[in-house]
């Protein structure tokens, strides 16, 4: 069990590790204990890294993998930070970002930063405003961001970010466009499904195609052919220890197509033809194709 405990700066305790797949890596992620620690187990965790005075504690879960079980956390927040040896240290976010995270905190960023904003109140604003500086994007709203320069590197901070700031605005989903505009040929966008969703039937009417190349987690895409044909259903996750799992697929775009996140989050890579603008994008009611 991963134990998300923010302080009253809303600094988040991290514990330094190696790579699980045994490299020499290092990583930051959040502290883990047995699943089975009670309040008083924790609190005694905590009091031996010099930490005190927990409150407002609670469990969640979050599936990241279809073949696999729920990854546990629970958060609390401390009044009294100490300093904590290594491997663990406290880490503000603005700091955060410039790691190298593992799983345990990309999986969980939206409620690290739901926490922080409930602890130190109009962070969010802040913290989105240095993180597109610091990444060099351009904001074009809450859910959709431009990369500005050409060569783009996608870090499992800067998608983790990018899909908690969304939700933390009200959104569900977060775009990032690694081409400069939409009349270019490629367009190439990182998608980042920040919660369980389901989008569509949707299409674009012509004759090119589009890729969904899966980065984390798993998704359900549904091509509705109508007729005979019918609905096809395509499943789509990335697994590490499954080399043949199908974790891309490419679909003709005329056909329409329902898309459903079946993880509590999911990262793609979405790659069609260009030039492309959101009215080229139809939109329709499922009984209307059948």
């Known amino acids: 069990m991963f134990v998300l405990t923010t302080d009253k700066s809303g600094r988040i305790l991290v514990e330094h590790v190696v790579a699980r797949s045994g490299s020499s890596e290092n990583l930051v992620a959040l502290p883990n204990v047995e699943?089975?620690?009670?309040?008083?187990?924790?609190?005694?965790?905590?009091?031996?890294?010099?930490?005190?005075?927990?409150?407002e504690t609670k469990r969640f879960s979050l599936l990241t993998s279809t073949d696999l079980p729920k990854t546990e956390y629970t958060s609390c927040?401390?009044?009294?930070?100490?300093?904590?040896?290594f491997p663990f240290e406290w880490l503000s976010v603005e700091n955060l970002w410039?790691?190298?995270?593992?799983?345990?905190?990309?999986?969980?960023?939206?409620?690290?930063?739901?926490?922080?904003?409930?602890?130190?109140?109009g962070s969010l604003e802040k913290l989105e405003q240095m993180f597109v500086?610091?990444?060099?994007?351009?904001?074009?709203?809450?859910?959709?961001f431009f990369a500005k320069s050409e060569t783009v590197e996608a870090t499992e901070?800067?998608?983790?970010?990018?899909?908690?700031?969304?939700?933390?605005?009200?959104?569900?989903?977060?775009?990032?466009?690694?081409?400069?505009?939409?009349?270019?040929?490629?367009?190439?966008?990182?998608?980042?499904?920040?919660?369980?969703?389901?989008?569509?039937?949707?299409?674009?009417?012509n004759d090119s195609s589009v890729s969904y190349h899966m980065m984390r987690g798993a998704l359900e895409i549904t091509?509705?052919?109508g007729g005979v044909v019918g609905d096809?259903?395509?499943?789509?996750?990335?697994?590490?220890?499954?080399?043949?799992?199908?974790?891309?697929?490419?679909?003709?775009?005329?056909?329409?197509r329902t898309i459903r996140t079946i993880t509590d989050s999911a990262v793609f890579i979405e790659v069609q033809s260009g030039p492309f603008s959101d009215s080229d994008t139809e939109w329709s009611a499922k009984e209307d194709i059948r």
């Open 223 to 225: 091509l509705h052919h």
């Open 35 to 55: 699943k089975n620690f009670s309040q008083t187990q924790l609190e005694n965790w905590m009091k031996n890294h010099s930490i005190t005075k927990v409150f």
């Open 133 to 144: 500086k610091d990444f060099d994007l351009n904001k074009v709203n809450p859910r959709v």
């Open 157 to 205: 901070a800067l998608i983790s970010f990018l899909g908690a700031f969304s939700v933390g605005n009200g959104q569900q989903t977060a775009r990032l466009c690694m081409h400069h505009s939409q009349s270019q040929v490629i367009q190439e966008m990182l998608m980042i499904h920040a919660v369980p969703i389901s989008t569509g039937p949707l299409r674009q009417n």
């Open 232 to 256: 096809i259903v395509h499943h789509v996750e990335r697994r590490a220890d499954q080399p043949s799992s199908q974790s891309s697929i490419r679909v003709p775009a005329r056909v329409f």
């Open 77 to 85: 927040s401390v009044e009294n930070a100490g300093s904590p040896k």
């Open 98 to 121: 410039q790691k190298n995270i593992d799983n345990s905190i990309a999986t969980a960023m939206n409620q690290i930063i739901w926490q922080v904003e409930r602890t130190s109140p």
